[in-house]
């Protein structure tokens, strides 16, 4: 059963979040940070093993230019929001 309070734009904001603390601002962090926070996720129980966790890399992974175009922007909550 899937936990029906598991957010993949929450995860999104989570890995600019990180990438902003750490100083970080390549694809290479973003994507290891995807894997990261999923991993996450999953050890806390927000996610389990019947969740497409491939999916969901997959659909971050896509959302790059977006992250990009938040770190342009100061991390406009317009970017960061978009579905």
């Known amino acids: 059963m899937q936990n029906i309070t598991f ?41 389990s093993d019947d969740n497409d966790i491939q999916e969901y890399v997959e659909k971050l992974k896509a959302r790059w230019p977006e992250a990009e175009a938040s770190f342009e922007t100061g991390h406009d909550d317009a970017v960061l929001n978009q579905d």
Do not use: A, T
């Open 7 to 47: 957010d993949l734009n929450q995860v999104f904001r989570d890995v600019i979040d990180r990438m902003e603390d750490d100083g970080e601002f390549s694809r290479e962090v973003y994507d290891d940070l995807i894997v990261e926070v999923l991993e996450e996720k999953r050890e806390l129980g927000e996610l």
